[in-house]
């Protein structure tokens, strides 16, 4: 089966100090995976991408995620937290596979940054 | 350009009336999508159009009508409604919908409320 854990419903950090956002998935097929950030109110905006090629990716706004299959994480990092980067975070797999007619994303639960100045 | 637009903004109803939600997309894309979410959860899958054709339902209530009129549109039509269909109403397209993992882009969404 396919699944996705984000390890922490919620992260608080200080301004300037750094973000890790956790996220391990399950997939029996080899997958691709997705970071998405929520403002509220908002819709989903993709932050970055891995589709097997590099294991590091960097994505908008200073973010970057490390896909490390041995141990099936996909971690979200940045540098520096700046309050904007307040907002609810998706990890999401998706996969290539006769049962995934249409690419279907599976999501995890989320995981809620806030920034404290 | 990535956008997804969406109309309208929010919508109020009443369990009797019938509505429309709009999404509209022009990167070209052939896969359109629509998702539900409620609050401090990650988006439902409702429906799935690939080349203007329905490909996937995901056992939606029949009060939920999806309509794709053409590549570019997409409509979400909705009849009787019960107040727990109140969310946020999310349409994404993709570039074809096929096996093949696609980034999928989202609109800022229509936040329903059914009284």
């Known amino acids: 089966a396919q699944s996705v854990t984000q390890l922490d419903s919620h992260v608080s950090v200080s301004e300037g100090t750094p973000v890790l956002l956790r996220c391990n998935y399950s997939s029996s097929y080899s997958p691709s995976l997705f970071w998405y950030v929520q403002h509220p109110n908002k819709g989903l905006q993709l932050l970055l991408k891995?589709?097997?090629?590099?294991?590091l990716v960097k994505g908008i706004n200073g973010f970057e995620a490390e896909f490390k299959k041995s141990e099936t994480s996909f971690h979200l990092t940045k540098p520096s937290a700046h309050m904007s980067d307040a907002a609810e975070y998706f990890c999401v797999v998706s996969f290539s596979s006769i049962y995934n007619q249409g690419g279907k994303l599976i999501f995890g639960q989320g995981t809620e940054l806030s920034v404290k100045p | 350009d990535t956008e997804v637009t969406q109309t309208p903004k929010h919508l109020v109803m009443g369990m009797t009336n019938k509505k429309s939600l709009k999404c509209e997309q022009h990167m070209g894309h052939r896969a359109m999508y629509w998702y539900k979410q409620k609050a401090k959860k990650p988006p439902e899958l409702m429906f799935v159009y690939s080349y203007e054709k329905l490909s996937i339902n995901e056992s939606v209530p029949s009060r939920f009508s999806p309509e794709c009129p053409n590549s570019s549109l997409l409509n979400l039509h909705l009849h009787a409604l019960q107040p727990e269909d109140s969310a946020l109403y999310l349409c994404?397209?993709?570039?074809?919908?096929?096996?093949?993992?696609?980034?999928?882009?989202f609109g800022p969404g229509t936040r329903l409320l059914v009284l």
């Open positions: 891995y589709t097997s090629a590099a294991t």
């Open positions: 994404a397209s993709s570039r074809s919908g096929d096996r093949v993992p696609e980034t999928q882009y």
